[in-house]
């Protein structure tokens, strides 16, 4: 499988664009990470919108895993958005357990709807 350039350098502007996104925090602000079977939840960093591509959120999976192709609900938007793309450190990968730091590509998203903060979860 072939990588396309716009997809791979779009992960490194993100990454390279906000370094702090993934600045260690106190203890108290984030807490361990769980595991679970039920589900994923996702926290928004930053957003940005990469032209032809389409909208990369950018966080930590907070619970967990996170797989392309899996329909997420982002909080503020309606309806489940399916993730096209996910990749961490220039490494373009299926999935992302809990404590991963990541970006998240959806198609169908507009950046100026996700909010930092937000929520990115599994939709049941």
């Known amino acids: ?7 791979l350098a779009f992960f490194l502007l993100v990454l390279l664009a906000n370094p702090l996104a993934f600045a260690a925090g106190s203890p108290d602000k984030h ?10 939840e996702f926290r928004v ?5 990469i032209a032809g591509t389409g909208t990369v959120v ?13 329909p997420a609900c982002i909080d503020g938007i309606d309806g489940p958005r399916v993730i096209a793309g996910i990749e961490q450190f220039n490494r373009i990968l299926t999935s992302v357990a809990a404590g991963a730091n990541a970006g998240l590509l959806f198609q169908d998203v507009d950046a100026d709807a ?8 599994s939709c049941e």
Do not use: L
């Open 1 to 7: 499988m072939t990588q396309q350039p716009s997809r």
């Open 31 to 40: 807490p361990a990470p769980v595991e679970t079977a039920a589900g994923f």
């Open 45 to 49: 960093a930053d957003v940005f919108k």
């Open 58 to 70: 950018v966080g930590q999976v907070q619970s967990g895993r996170v797989t392309t192709g899996s």
């Open 114 to 121: 996700v909010a930092i903060g937000a929520s990115v979860r």
